[in-house]
């Protein structure tokens, strides 16, 4: 992906996409609210939550990587790094 696709990265959309994965109301997704302890999400569910991302965004994790993927900024951030690494 370009740095047009890094820039176009939105964290609302990321949000909803978040939210529909883990089977939430988006508002319970906030910024920093942790996806296993505030929100209830399993290990099986947390590994969906990354294969979402990699499906949608064209990019991959390393195994490190997915344990890091906990809160919405968590996500945004890996997201973003990983687009830009594309670039």
Known sequence: MSID???RLDREELRTLLAETIDTDASEVGDDTDFVE????DS???LEVVVVLERTY???????EMRSVRTL??????VRRKLGERS
């Not at 900024?73 to 890996?78: G, K, L, T």
């Open 38 to 41: 505030a929100l209830g999400v």
């Open 5 to 7: 696709a890094v820039a």
């Open 73 to 78: 900024n968590s996500a945004f951030d890996e």
């Open 44 to 46: 099986l569910m947390a």
């Open 58 to 64: 064209g990019i991959k994790f390393a195994e490190e």
